[in-house]
């Protein structure tokens, strides 16, 4: 799962969402430093992607990419899920998108000195660009896997992506509909913060 799904699976506190994003920083970083709640947040986020790893319908739709740009279905499937929450959003949350934006921008800035300095760089863009929003739109899908793409050290024909997520649009969508809820029932059962409760969001 990408950062907004992430983020929408923590605990409604500072500690909790960073450390919920935390697990796509922590190569290399100490992490002995960090209180519990934190860490309980980067199980968290480490949960979530095992189960989204291993699921067979999450299997299944990356075969829907074409040989070349398989390897990357993952990063691509994880953005697009992202997508996908947000137009189903009424499903999932109470809360207005805007407001839990706003939410959850306001928990990131309180950590943001506690983070790491790789994930202070790209959470205070993410502060600063209102990263979440551009995940409304296909447009703002392709935008960000087109970003990702320039990011990989290695030649690569992953530019361009959106093409075949426009192309299987329907099916991937199908595959999230099945998949999330499937996804916070597994988390709400097993969820290492879950003696926190109060719910997501």
Same mark, same amino acid.
């Given at each position: 799962?990408?950062?907004?799904?992430?983020?929408?699976?923590?605990?409604?506190?500072?500690?909790?969402?960073?450390?919920?994003?935390?697990?796509?920083?922590?190569?290399?970083?100490?992490?002995?430093?960090?209180?519990?709640?934190?860490?309980? %947040?980067?199980?968290?986020? /480490?949960?979530?992607?095992?189960?989204?790893?291993?699921?067979?319908?999450?299997?299944?739709?990356?075969?829907?990419?074409?040989?070349?740009?398989? /390897?990357?279905?993952?990063?691509?499937?994880?953005?697009?899920?992202?997508?996908?929450?947000?137009?189903?959003?009424?499903?999932?949350?109470?809360?207005?998108?805007?407001?839990?934006?706003?939410?959850?921008?306001?928990?990131?800035?309180?950590?943001?000195?506690?983070?790491?300095?790789?994930?202070?760089?790209?959470?205070?863009?993410?502060?600063?660009?209102?990263?979440?929003?551009?995940?409304?739109?296909?447009?703002?899908?392709?935008?960000?896997?087109?970003?990702?793409?320039? /990011?990989?050290?290695?030649?690569? /024909?992953?530019?361009?992506?959106?093409?075949?997520?426009?192309?299987?649009?329907?099916?991937?969508?199908?595959?999230?509909?099945?998949?999330?809820?499937?996804?916070?029932?597994?988390?709400?059962?097993?969820?290492?913060?879950?003696?926190?409760?109060? %719910?997501?969001?």
């Amino acid at each position: 799962m990408n950062y907004l799904a992430h983020l929408f699976l923590a605990r409604p506190n500072p500690p909790s969402r960073m450390g919920n994003l935390l697990g796509d920083f922590c190569k290399g970083v100490d992490l002995s430093c960090y209180p519990q709640p934190v860490l309980e %947040g980067l199980e968290n986020h /480490r949960l979530v992607d095992r189960f989204t790893d291993s699921h067979p319908l999450v299997k299944r739709a990356k075969r829907r990419f074409s040989p070349e740009r398989r /390897r990357f279905a993952g990063i691509a499937m994880d953005v697009l899920f992202d997508h996908f929450l947000l137009r189903h959003w009424q499903n999932y949350s109470d809360l207005e998108p805007q407001r839990f934006f706003q939410l959850t921008y306001s928990h990131l800035d309180q950590a943001l000195p506690d983070m790491p300095p790789r994930m202070q760089k790209v959470v205070a863009s993410m502060l600063e660009h209102n990263w979440l929003l551009q995940y409304q739109t296909l447009d703002g899908v392709g935008y960000a896997l087109d970003r990702i793409a320039g /990011r990989i050290r290695f030649a690569n /024909r992953f530019w361009g992506s959106i093409e075949e997520i426009e192309a299987h649009y329907a099916e991937f969508e199908q595959c999230f509909e099945h998949f999330f809820p499937a996804l916070i029932e597994h988390i709400d059962r097993h969820g290492p913060e879950n003696h926190n409760q109060g %719910g997501f969001v």
